[in-house]
């Protein structure tokens, strides 16, 4: 192009690097966090900072609406919930506390934004779910690919019927028969809220059972998709608390049919494509697994005793795989996005 008999130059250089940043910038989807000061809130923030598709809408935080937070290296304000602008929003997540996330999902809904909940509001077992999909990511991806609303499974929901899917479905775990659940969980499982009894001088140096009637709230979830798996089993949890701050750790013992020569084939064979899921020989820990978008199993035949029985053991982190992680997950298949993109593995 000339000018006056001159080749023109332009007064600026575009910058290769600037201008495919803003290519791909342009090119994100925004979603918005309700919720977002509590400690799934906050991971779920620091997720889709990091996240190459993702763009931060909002955030909103009624106890800290007005006030500015430090996450994955950026400083983001708090608004009210009835601030958030649901239209602007592709996607919404929902952090907020059990009981009242359901209002703010039909809102969501309603402005045209797809919804992942991360309370028990629409959880099968809790009476409220209305056809809404259990997104347990790798045994529902069909169902979540499509839906408008997902319901994020709970930290130890997660941990436990993964790990026990593929006996259940497979035939192996004894009708009739009890399973044990002896799981242990990280301080931040219990919620943001200054509870004495979680202060660390409190939980340090300590360890100690809850809910230890067998009434863990989490139970309605994991008896109802044990049943839509075929289950016909009792299930007897005792969850724990560990001076930890995050991470689940699941001891599950399980009744057989029979014997197993190699049961670790069992979940090798119904996981061996899925990119969080491992499988190993080794106990699993919460070293393997915290910080991590993945849930760790391994098994051991029980010995000594008469009934056919396996040790299974799962670890998670509450925070990752076990709550923001997985509705990242499920928010990637909603969006037509890379399942694993954005998710630390």
Known sequence: MSRGGARFQPRFRIDAAVLQCYALKVHKFPVGVLGASGYAGRELCSLVLNHPLLELAFASANSQAGQKAHIAGQEIDFIHNDESVLPDAALVFSALPHGASSEWVERAAASGAKVVDLSSDLRPGNGHANGVPYGL??????????????????????????????????????????IFISAASGVTGAGYSARPDLMFAEVAEDFRAYSVANEHRHLLEMRAELALLGADNDLLFVPHLLPVARGILATITVPLTEQIDDPLAIWQDAYSSEPFIEITRETPTLRDVVRR?????????????????????????????GAA????????????????MGLPA
């Open 293 to 321: 978008n993945v849930v760790r199993i391994g098994c051991t035949v029980a010995k000594g005793i008469r009934q056919p029985t396996l040790i299974v053991i799962a670890a998670i982190d509450n925070l990752v795989k």
């Open 137 to 178: 990511t790798e045994l529902a991806r069909e169902t979540v690919a499509p839906a408008p609303v997902v319901s994020n499974p709970g930290c130890y929901p997660t941990a436990i019927l993964l790990a026990l899917a593929p006996l259940v479905k497979g035939g192996y775990a004894l009708p009739g028969a009890t």
């Open 325 to 340: 992680g997985q509705a990242v997950q499920n928010a990637n298949i909603m969006l037509g996005i890379d399942e694993t």
